[in-house]
């Protein structure tokens, strides 16, 4: 049976103007002005043409009115999941994806890793250098293998991201040198994972999965990388605290777990779902209502499965549907490693390859700003 929505999804999803000033604790006339800089939207028309406001865009201001304020529930309650308290004008997220800078991710599949890390980095970069090679510890490359050989290049004090961004996706797979021969980073990082030159469709899909995971605002490697920066640390720590973040089971390793579910028998699934489950690759985090990322990733991957496989793929997200879940950009990023023949475990770090244009985004953005992020903790007892 479907999850039933929160009664928050009840309210009706636009205000009158009187009715956003009265949640803001606002004149109207502050309203019209707030509206006037684009703080909350555009309008939609309502009786007799009156102009009404997203209520979710104006619950957004109060949360954030009332962290700077410094009431402490508010603040609290913003560190779990999700009202905005940082501005930045990189990422913001919508019930269609994430916008960057302007533009939907999932209208930029097509275009190269390269020119969307461009696009948030706002600036041109050289992506022809590439950072010296540097021992790795571990049967199989991992996250934790990539944390190993960021520190040990933060050691170097590079000066270019884009030469380590490079040397990562190579450092990738086990097929390092291969992968240095290829002048993309989708080409690259295919190559270190595969042991083969992909196919320029296939390169094209991995562009696909790196754009739309590029970035994801305030995620919680994105939030340790700004924190490491606000602290006075140069882009190479503030990486390495970003990567060490991913390695959470909660983060970049929850591929790991819709690998599991992608491996386990369509009637385990159901069984776990049955019980009131909710299956790993399947989680709502900022779309209950479906992440579109996953949906274009999953339409992408599926005419590269075998018939076997996307016969498996419908019982599973019909068996998940019917209980209100959607596939997460996580699964998308597991079909992806299975039908381009990567090894297991690789969708992790095709992940964190993708995120890195975000990092440093974030990193720049926070460095030039100059602003500390210091929270309060509320000091309890414990009797």
Not at 251 to 278: I, N, T, Y
Not at 312 to 318: F, G
Not at 333 to 347: D, E, M, T
Request: glycine residues 8%; proline residues 5%; hydrophobic residues 45%.
């Amino acid at each position: 049976m479907a999850r039933q929505r929160g009664l928050s999804d009840q309210r009706p999803e636009f205000v009158s103007a009187s009715e956003a000033a009265a949640i803001l604790g606002v004149r109207t006339a502050t309203i019209y002005a707030y509206a006037s800089r684009g703080l909350l939207g555009g309008s939609s028309q309502g009786p007799g043409r009156k102009a009404r406001y997203s209520r979710a865009l104006v619950e957004t201001l109060r949360v954030k009115a009332a962290a700077r304020a410094g009431h402490a529930a508010v603040a609290a309650a913003a560190l779990r999941w999700g009202e905005p308290v940082l501005d930045s004008a990189i990422t913001r997220l919508t019930p269609r994806g994430p916008v960057y800078r302007g533009h939907r991710a999932i209208d930029l599949v097509g275009s190269t890793f390269e020119s969307v890390a461009e696009l948030l980095w706002q600036r041109r970069a050289d992506w022809s250098a590439l950072a010296p090679r540097v021992k790795s510890r571990g049967a199989r490359p991992s996250l934790h293998t990539l944390l190993s050989i960021m520190a040990q290049l933060a050691l170097s004090r590079p000066d270019t991201p884009t030469a380590v961004i490079r040397r990562l996706a190579c450092a990738s797979g086990k097929f390092e040198a291969l992968a240095e021969k290829q002048p993309t980073i989708a080409g690259a990082l295919g190559a270190s994972l595969r042991g083969a030159v992909l196919a320029l469709e296939d390169r094209q899909l991995v562009d696909a999965a790196l754009v739309l995971i590029a970035d994801h605002e305030l995620n919680a490697s994105t939030f340790a990388a700004r924190v490491a920066t606000s602290a006075g640390t140069r882009w190479p720590e503030a990486f390495i605290a970003a990567i060490a973040t991913a390695t959470g089971v909660r983060h970049a390793a929850a591929c790991d777990g819709a690998e599991r579910v992608w491996k386990m028998p369509v009637s385990r699934a159901k069984a776990r779902l049955g019980q009131g489950a909710v299956l790993e690759g399947f989680e709502a985090g900022a779309y209950p209502d479906g992440d579109p990322r996953g949906d274009r990733l999953v339409s992408l991957v599926r005419p590269r499965l075998t018939a076997r496989d996307d016969a498996r793929l419908t019982e599973l997200l019909s068996a998940a549907h019917d209980e209100g879940m959607f596939p997460s950009v996580d699964l998308g990023l597991v079909l992806l490693c299975h039908a381009l023949r990567f090894p297991p475990g690789s969708a992790s770090l095709v992940f964190v390859i993708g995120r890195t244009a975000g990092w440093l985004a974030h990193v720049e953005e926070q460095a030039a700003s100059g602003d500390p992020i210091r929270p309060r903790a509320r000091a309890i007892s414990r009797g």
